[in-house]
Structures are given as structure tokens and as C-alpha cells.
């Protein structure tokens, strides 16, 4: 079982930056750690991933914008996702996510989710 803590999240303005946290307990079935988002009424969609290997994925609308990296420790793992450029449009819950399965935008996939933070851009 790996627990996922995610932290980070706030209110910025448009054209800021925030870091979200994710620190998870490290297990060796861990393939990939991803970043997804929901927003109201929409599906939640995958926004960054990294692998093990530290090969990585973006979405399109955050290419450039961006940025995801983790700190592998003894017993644990932090998994960031540096934002910058925010936009309005970027505003949503975001959740952490491990698969044991590999990077994929499927949800299901994944077999833990942090409980997510919010980030919102006004």
C-alpha cells in the first residue's frame, strides 16, 4: 500500500507560479507517478508523469509551463510539479497518482491517488 500527501495547492494570480508536493511512501511496484487534475463538472485528466527511469510526459496544455521531478529518500518519494505561466484555465483540484501497471492517462490504472489540492488561478 503506498500513501500519497499532496501539498501545495493555493491562489495565485494569472501569470504566477506554485509548487505542488506529493511525498509517497516508496514502494518497488511503483512504475510511474503522475500529476492529474479535475476540474468542475469535467473528467479528471493526466497532466504530467514521470517514470522510474526519470523519462517524463506532458500534457499539451502544459508543455513548456510545467514542470515535474522527483526526490527519491530511503523510505520515501516527493514528487513535485513546479507551475508556471499560470492561467485561468489551469484552475482544478490536483491529485497525485502511482501506478504499478506504467505512465498512462487512464485512470484506472492507477492503483493510489493522494486526496488532492486545489490550485486556483484568477
Known amino acids: 500500500h503506498v500513501q500519497l500527501v499532496e501539498s501545495g495547492g493555493g491562489s495565485v494570480q494569472t501569470g504566477g507560479s506554485l509548487r505542488l508536493s506529493c511525498v509517497a511512501s516508496?514502494?518497488?511496484?511503483?512504475?510511474?507517478m503522475s500529476w492529474f487534475r479535475q476540474a468542475p463538472g469535467q473528467e479528471r485528466e493526466g497532466v504530467a508523469f514521470i517514470d522510474r527511469d526519470g523519462g517524463t510526459w506532458y500534457a499539451d496544455p502544459v508543455k513548456g509551463r510545467f514542470t515535474i521531478s522527483q526526490d527519491n529518500a530511503k523510505t520515501t518519494t516527493t514528487l513535485y510539479l513546479q507551475m508556471d505561466s499560470l492561467k485561468p484555465e489551469d484552475t482544478a483540484m490536483y491529485y497525485c497518482a502511482a501506478s504499478t501497471v506504467g505512465c498512462t492517462r487512464r485512470t484506472a490504472q492507477y492503483a493510489w491517488w493522494g486526496q488532492g489540492t486545489q490550485v486556483t488561478v484568477s
Open positions: 516508496r514502494s518497488t511496484y511503483v512504475v510511474c
